[in-house]
């Protein structure tokens, strides 16, 4: 199987070809096909290349699916007997990814 980590948004994501990924939002439209410029590690099965800070001649493109939004994160504050209860929410906005090729660029298909 063959997967690599990629950095995005200051994160790092295990990215496998064929699978969808959700990584923090984008600035690229749906349809979008992008190839990311950090890769931290490729694997292929027992063949492993690490990068220091990055692996040279390999790139992992991907096409944006979706823009979606994550779970809502609850924050609740109570301070006792001072009639101050303050609940507040987030939720995260994402970018779905299909992660289509992994590997060097000549091999792109």
Excluded: C, W
């Amino acid at each position: 199987m063959k997967f690599a980590i990629v950095e995005s948004g200051g994160k790092q994501y295990r990215a496998v070809e064929g699978v969808t990924i959700d990584v923090d939002r984008l600035a690229h439209n749906v349809g979008d096909s992008f190839d990311f410029e950090r890769v931290l590690l490729v694997a292929d099965g027992d063949a492993v290349s690490v990068g220091a800070p990055t692996v040279n001649g390999f790139i992992v493109s991907a096409t944006v699916v979706d823009h979606v939004k994550g779970p809502k994160a609850l924050s609740f504050k109570y301070r006792p007997k001072k009639r101050i209860r303050v609940r507040g929410g987030n939720r995260a906005h994402y970018t779905r990814l299909m992660i289509n090729f992994i590997g060097a660029p000549t091999d792109k298909k």
